[in-house]
């Protein structure tokens, strides 16, 4: 005799999760633009920090980062203007990707160009490019002006929508 399984229960739980993973994508745009949000003000303010006192900027990356490839001072001005302005993009998902990008690079450069770094900093970076990631990786989310703006330029660009 062949046990059979009753498909009621089955099919019920079949379309609880498929009910809940519903409700999952209506929060997706909520969660990218609280990602984008909380990642460019991490960012944002240690560009601040760096542009408050530019000469201990300055000292920092000549005594204390080991940025490879540039001189200090390059990356000084280059990893500070990467923070005061890529942040923006991303918060607003204008060129979400390439914001989530930069940020990725600066983020990565930032832990390599430390000799030593604290277990909960290098966590805190891990987070900050698993989110960055995620960003790069999906795109900024619907409530961006990447959703609004990339269309509209395409059918500029191109003279049809």
Do not use: C
């Not at 460019?40 to 006192?53: E, N, Q």
């Not at 832990?111 to 030593?116: K, M, P, Q, R, T």
């Not at 989310?141 to 660009?157: K, M, T, Y």
């Amino acid at each position: 005799m062949n046990p059979t399984l009753n498909p009621g229960p089955l099919a019920r739980l079949w379309s609880f999760g498929e009910q809940a993973i519903a409700a999952l994508e209506h929060l997706q745009p909520a969660a990218a633009l609280a990602a984008r949000l909380y990642v460019a003000l991490v960012f944002f303010r240690s560009g601040l920090t760096k542009l408050r006192d530019f000469e201990t900027t300055i000292a920092l990356f000549t005594d204390e980062y080991q940025v490879p490839l540039l001189d200090p001072a390059v990356a000084a001005v280059a990893g500070t203007a990467g923070e005061l302005l890529l942040p923006v993009l991303l918060a607003l998902g204008l060129a979400g990707r390439f914001a989530a990008a930069g940020l990725f690079v600066v983020n990565v450069v930032a832990v390599i160009s430390l000799a030593e770094i604290a277990e909960p900093a290098l966590q805190a970076h891990v987070f900050w490019g698993s989110l960055l990631a995620a960003l790069l990786l999906w795109g900024p989310g619907r409530w961006s002006l990447d959703r609004w703006a990339v269309p509209a330029l395409r059918a500029r660009l191109t003279g049809r929508p």
